[in-house]
């Protein structure tokens, strides 16, 4: 007997649930054969160090790359997704439940990057959230190469040389010149601390239940990767992407997730500019909230800090920086954000790339290790 159900579309890849004599399948196509082999092989470099599905069947129908795999039991199990358990978290303003699963996926993680850590020339590691994206040609050149305007609340404008005062500080944001410093910090012959991840740990792609444990998903990212772009892209998700970005212009992502779409939308940035003949002045407050600061404090306190220590980093924000500033402009096209959007990027971006202010500053809960919630 053949059970399909549970058909969702992301970007131009299918699923489906797919029940087969009983057996729990999870069926992925995707009409990019490169993409797809991407996907077998971070599977393959993850089954050794991560918990994750079977992958049972590989191969094509017509112009599409089939992938079936288990289908994890986790949430037949009482389990959830990192995002329904902040979600959650929110709504109960109880952290009890998130901390057992932060308990459980922080120590695996911690454990696993320490157990694999090694300093390799940077083309060895998976590319393509970061060096991938700033080579010549790619995203970030797609994004913002043409110079098309960014469309600020004040009127349209390319940040090169723009001077800006945000939040009563000055900065001159040269785009160009921060992207060609990125390629630099990004380029191929330089050595990385690199280690095996799953490389886009978003609330998505992480599950957990109380009998089984932390489980991973999605693998056209897996392999060897830059331990800081790893920090990187789970903080920036914590505090940016998942809170804000992401349930404002992906709320397809939410299907299954509708009290993470509903909680996340709370979280909408105070942002006020005006263009003057000095320049720019942006002013913005921006929170990603209790729960998501106590998720932050965790991860900070329990993997980044103590795996940059093991591996001899002595500035934290110095190492992660590139990889935060790329995901502000390599994540969503800025040029096609709506006015506010762009402008609070505008901002963070000016205090990012500015070696004199740390992290903390546009994010303040980067600072801390305890945030009071309730656990």
Known sequence: MLRISNHRRYTHNHTWHLDAAGWPLFVKVNPNRAEARQELAGHAALDAYYPIPALRWAGSLGPWAVHVFDRSLHQDEGGSFLVDEISRAETTRDCARLDLFLDDLLTYYRDTLLSTARHIPASRVVGKLYGERLRPGGRI????????????????????????????????????????????????????????????????NIGWSPRSGPVWFDYDTGGLNAVAGEFACFLMYQVLHGTWLTPRYDRNAYEDHAEALHRSMFRRPRVYAEQSAAGLTITYAFTPGPVRAHVVGRYLAEVALPVAKALGIRDLWAWLRPYLIARVLGVYDITRLDRIDATLSLALLAQLADDDVSPTIPFPCFATTSTGATR
Do not use: E
């Not at 390319?158 to 939040?167: G, I, S, T």
């Not at 060609?180 to 998505?204: C, I, K, S, Y």
């Open 141 to 204: 050149d797609q994004y913002y190469g043409q110079g098309s305007p960014w469309p600020l609340s004040t009127g349209d404008v390319f940040p090169a040389n723009l001077r800006a005062d945000v939040n009563g500080r000055p900065y001159v944001v040269d785009l160009p010149a921060i992207v060609g410093r990125l390629r630099a910090d990004f380029a191929t012959d330089n050595r990385v601390w690199a280690a095996v991840a799953q490389g886009d740990p978003t609330d998505f």
